[in-house]
Nanobody
């Protein structure tokens, strides 16, 4: 069956960096739009970034622009989220998700979700 597995989360100091990975199995990521989302304690899940499948367009939430970068490695069937200049407010469980189609959409448009990986930014 289709499966997404996130990894790379952990504890990092403010200003530090992490790279999250989302490995797909059972399907090829190249026909799916891919999104990264996060959910902090007592808050709603929010979109962080997205990569379209047709033209390579990428999108970022205002809160992470200039700090986070989404990318794909088709050979490894994996998507990454490079997170730099991390802030305490970035602390959350991070999820990758995909939808069958080229366009990025809001959170309700995604078909498959990973289990999440915890990112904690603290001194």
């Amino acid at each position: 069956q289709l499966q997404l597995v996130e990894s790379g989360g952990g504890l990092v100091q403010p200003g530090g960096s992490l790279r999250l990975s989302c490995a797909a199995s059972g399907f090829s990521l190249n026909v799916y739009a891919i999104g990264w989302f996060r959910q902090a304690p007592r808050k709603e899940r929010e979109g962080v970034s997205c990569s379209s499948s047709n033209d390579g367009s990428t999108y970022y939430a205002d809160s992470v622009k200039g700090r986070f970068t989404i990318s794909r490695d088709n050979a490894k069937n994996t998507v990454y989220l490079q997170m730099n200049s991390l802030k305490p407010e970035d602390t959350a469980v991070y999820y990758c998700a995909v939808r069958y189609g080229s366009r990025c959409t809001g959170i309700s448009g995604y078909d498959y979700w990973g289990q999440g990986t915890q990112v904690t930014v603290s001194s």
